[in-house]
T-cell receptor, first 114, second 110 residues
Framework: KAGVTQTPRYLIKTRGQQVTLSCSPI?????VSWYQQTPGQGLQFLFE???????NKGNFPGRFSGRQFSNSRSEMNVSTLELGDSALYLC?????????????FGPGTRLLVL | SQQGEEDPQALSIQEGENATMNCSYK?????LQWYRQNSGRGLVHLIL?????REKHSGRLRVTLDTSKKSSSLLITASRAADTASYFC??????????FGTGTRLQVFP
């Protein structure tokens, strides 16, 4: 089975721009979660999508949004980028929703905002 | 804010030695999980322990959970250079989302 894939792997943007990151879950997995990882704040939960619906949301501003398609692929969008948005963005998929499920992580998208 | 804090922040040992990492958390949980991350890449799930379990083994890994102290430990026995990574605990805090700790950076020297 192919693992979780994320595109692009690396991205450089400037302040004020917007960015869209993509995540393809493991085949058959219906839940996709997104995390932001920075040296200062560590790993922080952004949101979770299950069957095209957002189930959970972390404490991030409305500039961070996401969606999930009928094939379970997910995208997250960050608008009006700030320097502090520079981070490794990780997505994880699981068969179903809930924290008892093992999450399988992708390699991440490293975003640098200049 | 993070639910868990790992201790120590960094650990250096020789191959063959055991490595112990601790995780403390703040609120009640349904389960606690441990993950490994190699050098800024994706995380790999290691083990899940439920709140009604006290100890769990998986290969060279042993995890304990003490819900009265709100703490867990991860023991890696007979460590190898390939175990060099950051290790994170994650809890659900009685919610539907995982909250990760600060991580322990483990360096295993050959």
């Amino acid at each position: 089975k192919a693992g979780v894939t994320q595109t692009p792997r690396y991205l450089i943007k400037t302040r004020g721009q917007q960015v869209t990151l993509s995540c393809s879950p493991i085949s058959g997995h219906r839940s996709v979660s997104w995390y932001q990882q920075t040296p200062g704040q560590g790993l922080q939960f952004l949101f979770e999508y299950f069957s095209e619906t957002q189930r959970n949301k972390g404490n991030f501003p409305g500039r961070f949004s996401g969606r999930q398609f009928s094939n379970s692929r997910s995208e997250m969008n960050v608008s009006t980028l700030e320097l502090g948005d520079s981070a490794l963005y990780l997505c994880a998929s699981s068969r179903t929703s809930g924290t008892m499920e093992t999450q399988y992580f992708g390699p991440g998208t490293r975003l640098l905002v200049l | 804010s993070q639910q868990g804090e790992e201790d120590p922040q960094a650990l250096s040992i020789q191959e063959g030695e055991n490595a112990t990492m601790n995780c403390s958390y703040k609120t009640s949980i349904n389960n606690l999980q441990w993950y490994r991350q190699n050098s800024g890449r994706g995380l790999v799930h290691l083990i899940l322990i439920r709140s009604n379990e006290r100890e769990k083994h998986s290969g060279r890994l042993r995890v304990t959970l003490d819900t009265s102290k709100k703490s867990s430990s991860l023991l890696i026995t007979a460590s190898r250079a390939a175990d060099t990574a950051s290790y994170f605990c994650a809890t659900d805090g009685y919610t539907d989302k995982l909250i990760f700790g600060t991580g322990t950076r483990l360096q295993v020297f050959p």
